[in-house]
């Protein structure tokens, strides 16, 4: 059965289930498929596939995409260019523009007649919907581009054998059914595979089955091949998309890409899901407030103007004006702008974004896990001593720690390149039949041995066990790993060349040496051998015993030079560091003393495991090191940290740091990582090193304030607008400005904070984590919105009983027709112009807690921007399209009265700003 031929039976309906939806159809014709190939002879699923164990040939990988597909799960699909196009003018304010448009079409052109026919109005409105929504895809677009850009430069390769060129790293998203797949240690398997060829294969399938335990992979089933009865994933020879290989190396053939695997199947139902941020829920809690207010403020405005007004149409629309005027629909292209442009400021300093809302999490990160080696350490680990147990040099461990590196197919860590470096310097103890008495070279061991089976690394047994024989056919089992886990499957010791039961006094002896030697900041392994092994072939767990220690590794990882500095740093900026390791607690602790991390209070992974989740929470509020934990606890330990409160993210780069980079509010890592932990990473640092994350902590934390400088300000003066537009509802004989009016004030504003993204933000907006409160949003609202409703009724005052009834030549009840008209229109250029004033100043007023202009200065385009919205709105009214939007031109006793109010206006905020601070932690 050809995958062709069940792709076409399952899309003519033929599979039969108990609902025979499209959706269940091809479910189960894709199990069918899965089972048929792990039955099927290799050589003849070749010939299905069209394909051959070299590999596809070049000019088969297209056809074999068109007919198969990308290899992409289901995800949010990116929109074509006309319909993003299109969505970037879907809002408010522009169906309120086209609405009030067509108001004015029919009101200015359908039911006029002769002169006072005018298409002006709806033409300018135009003009508006243009411009915001031009705008808005402009900035959507780049910010998009950026973050696509970045994303690009981390993304996940598999090595693909293609017309026999023995493998290249290719892309997962152009792999195609067909291709030869090899896989090693730390991959993560990139489709549904049929195991072809395979050494100690061991896979985690957790991102399937939610098991972490490794399971071992063959080139073939079981003894039996039975596949009936038996789950997909127990099939021991399929890999599945979303596994990670723990050890060993194989090669397999794609089966099955994209929304066609296991993983896609299972994934399809998340389409467009996100793990929701305290970002996110702070702007929908900040919007609702804000719509909420809308809407209990839109009925009273419509029905005070309507009464008082007679006009219900303009009410309508005056109301309609109102209501996008609260209504933050600049908000979410500013967030974008934000974020996309902290991606591209972070990329400069060596760090590339994943998930662009991970940079305001970064932001607000007060406690920083991570893991020691690499990261607090030199990342160079050298092997300083081979030592028996009486800590005597001895070539014997050297010899047999070579054999166990080498000859392993788990990730080769620093560690083994540690020993076979010294190894190759060294030469071995061993001697050869050929080599005249002499000792042979490591290269000649490693040609005199070869590889039988292992038991690759875990972190539960924190040892790794391996089988090798040689040419007269004896087997042995050499076993490394943490010294206490060695010596609990030793029941023998050698020394001084015999071999003897290992007492009690022994092992404390043991213990001691290797604990003198963790205190002096090296990490300490274990060796023991096992001649002609039981399980030779077929190796188990239980195979480990009976073992015969023959001595200690001791290797130095120094600290780095910088991270003293960065952990100073991070600790300034607010942010904690807790090391959560693998390695034992004296190493790390002696590490973490000498860069200045408390090393008052340890905690085992032992410790940890012992206690329950409130005796965890008190815990990990005192202790600052987290030693020999596995990759569970270290999951635990974050997710602890987080439902405290604190705001976490974790950094790492191996198979053990997946789950608690999932676990954490950012997870960090780095290009050099394992496949599975640059997966599960959202920001990636191209250099391993604290100084660098304390810059992208520094940047998400700018990233933020000129985020919440922007939602604060236009939350505050929209709340204001509430009392003035109820004011003037109320007591004036007219509108104080005309909906078209309103919505030109709203965006000429709205282009001016379009700048926002690239202001100056204060040092003392950054010293510390920087989380969404939608409390704080709230207080400020209160505190500094009426303040420009008190200006702006203040200005109601003064034109209309100052200065409109000067330019009109009297009071309103004695004005005829005309002098309304003018009356009118002085009186909402006025308005227009104040207001443009006081919202432009206030930016400026509450972007920083120091004197505005002399302590802080706004970014140039801010200040530029901010200039020329002022400088329009104050000529508006004397040009061709003011009068088209029935704006007379003020008088000059107007810019005394407008003088006053600005200086009041200001002298008031920063009354206002002082006694907020006394109140407050801070401003933004």
């Not at 005052?797 to 008209?821: E, K, N, R, S």
Request: hydrophobic share 50%; charged share 25%; proline share 3%.
């Amino acid at each position: 059965m050809k995958l062709r031929d069940l792709i076409a039976r399952v899309s003519a309906g033929d599979i039969k289930t108990p609902r025979p939806t499209k959706k269940a159809a091809r479910a189960a014709g894709q199990q069918e498929w899965l089972r048929h190939v792990a039955t099927v002879a290799r050589d003849e699923l070749f010939v299905e596939l069209g394909s051959r164990e070299e590999g596809l040939a070049s000019d088969q990988v297209e056809s074999a995409r068109e007919f198969y597909g990308t290899n992409a799960v289901a995800q949010a699909a990116k929109k074509p260019l006309p319909l993003r196009l299109l969505a970037a003018f879907a809002d408010p304010f522009t169906y309120i523009l086209i609405f009030i448009a067509a108001i004015s079409v029919l009101t200015d052109w359908v039911f006029a007649t002769g002169t006072e026919r005018d298409l002006s109005t709806p033409l300018i409105i135009g003009a508006m919907v243009l411009v915001s929504g031009a705008l808005r895809f402009v900035q959507d677009e780049k910010s998009t581009v950026a973050a696509e850009a970045l994303a690009e430069m981390v993304e996940s390769t598999a090595e693909v054998e293609r017309d026999g060129d023995g493998g290249n790293e290719t892309p997962f998203d152009e792999i195609v059914v067909g291709d030869v797949i090899h896989l090693s240690s730390g991959d993560i398997v990139p489709a549904d595979l049929r195991i072809f060829a395979a050494r100690d294969l061991f896979v985690s399938q957790a991102s399937l089955t939610g098991e972490s335990e490794p399971i071992e992979k063959r080139a073939e089933l079981a003894e039996g091949g039975a596949v009936i009865g038996r789950a997909l994933t127990d099939l021991e020879d399929l890999a599945f998309m979303g596994s990670t290989v723990i050890s060993g190396n194989a090669r397999g053939v794609v089966v099955a890409t994209g929304a066609r695997t296991m993983f896609g199947e299972a994934t399809g139902a998340l389409v467009g899901r996100k793990r929701e941020t305290s970002f996110d829920t702070g702007i929908k809690s900040t919007s609702r407030l804000l719509m909420r207010l809308m809407f209990a403020m839109l009925p009273f405005v419509f029905v005070i103007s309507g009464v008082t007004k007679g006009d219900w149409v303009a009410a309508l629309l005056f109301s309609l004006s109102v209501a996008v005027g609260l209504t933050p629909e600049m908000l979410p292209m500013l967030v974008t702008t934000c974020l996309g442009k902290g991606a591209v400021d972070l990329s400069r300093d060596r760090v590339i974004v994943k998930r662009l809302d991970a940079i305001q999490d970064l932001g607000a990160v007060d406690v920083l896990c991570t893991d020691k080696t690499g990261t607090l350490t030199e990342d160079r680990i050298v092997l300083e001593r081979h030592l028996d147990v009486n800590g005597n040099e001895d070539p014997r461990v050297l010899r047999y720690a070579f054999l166990n590196s080498y000859f392993s197919t788990g990730v080769k860590n620093l560690v083994d390149a540690a020993i076979v470096e010294r190894a190759l310097a060294e030469g071995t103890d061993e001697v050869g039949a050929t080599t005249n008495g002499t000792a042979v070279t490591a290269e000649e061991l490693a040609e005199r041995y070869h590889g039988i089976d292992e038991l690759p690394f875990d972190f539960e047994r924190r040892r790794l066990s391996v089988v090798v024989g040689d040419n007269k056919g004896n087997t042995r089992m050499v076993t490394k790993g943490a010294l206490e886990e060695v010596l609990a499957v030793c029941t023998k010791v050698e020394v001084d060349g015999k071999v003897l039961p290992l007492s009690d006094e022994l092992t404390e002896k043991v213990i001691a040496r290797g604990a003198d030697l963790a205190d002096d900041g090296m990490r300490v392994l274990g060796v023991a051998r096992k001649d002609e092994p039981a399980g030779a072939g077929a190796l188990t767990v239980d195979d480990e015993r009976d073992m015969v220690l023959i001595g200690y590794l001791a290797f130095l990882d120094p600290p780095k030079q910088s991270s003293a500095a960065a952990v100073r740093a991070l600790t300034a900026h607010g942010v904690s560091t807790k090391v959560l390791t693998g390695d034992s607690a004296r190493v790390a602790a002696h590490v973490c003393r000498a860069i200045g991390i408390p090393a008052d209070r340890v905690l085992t992974g032992t410790e940890v495991e012992a206690m329950d989740d409130e005796q965890l929470s008190a815990a990990v509020q005192e202790a600052s090191i987290f030693a020999k934990l596995s990759p569970a606890q270290k999951a635990r330990v974050v997710r602890t940290l987080r439902d405290l409160g604190h705001a976490v993210a974790y950094m790492g780069d191996g198979v053990n740091d997946a789950a608690a980079m999932r676990e954490s509010d950012c997870g960090i890592s780095v290009d050099s990582a394992v496949d599975v932990a640059r997966e599960a990473a959202d920001i990636i640092l191209l250099e391993k090193d604290l100084m660098v994350l304390e810059h992208g902590i520094e940047c998400g934390r700018r990233t933020y304030a000129n985020m919440i400088k922007y939602v604060k300000m236009t939350v505050s003066s929209n709340f204001g607008n509430i009392f003035s537009v109820l004011v003037a509802a109320l007591f004036l004989p007219f509108l104080p400005m005309t909906a078209v009016q309103l919505l030109l004030l709203n965006l000429i504003y709205d282009l001016t904070c379009t700048a926002v993204p690239w202001d100056n933000v204060d040092e003392q907006a950054i010293a510390r984590p920087r989380r969404w409160d939608t409390g704080s949003v709230r207080r400020f609202m209160v505190a500094f919105g009426p303040l420009s409703s008190i200006f702006d009724i203040l200005t109601f005052a003064g034109l209309f009983f100052i200065v409109c009834p000067t330019v009109a030549g009297g009071a309103w009840g004695t004005l005829d027709a005309a002098g309304q008209v003018l009356f009118i229109g002085t009186f909402q250029a006025g308005w227009f112009v104040e207001s443009m004033w006081t919202q432009t100043l206030v930016v400026h007023l509450i972007r920083t807690e120091k004197a505005p202009f002399v302590g802080s200065r706004a970014a140039l385009p801010l200040c530029m921007l901010g200039a020329v919205g002022i400088a329009v709105a104050c000529a508006l009214p004397f040009s061709p399209i003011g009068a088209a939007l029935d704006f007379r031109a003020l008088p000059a006793m107007y810019w005394g009265l407008l003088a006053a109010m600005v200086i009041g206006y200001v002298v008031v905020v920063c009354l206002a700003k002082a006694r907020f601070l006394r109140r407050n932690d801070a401003l933004l």
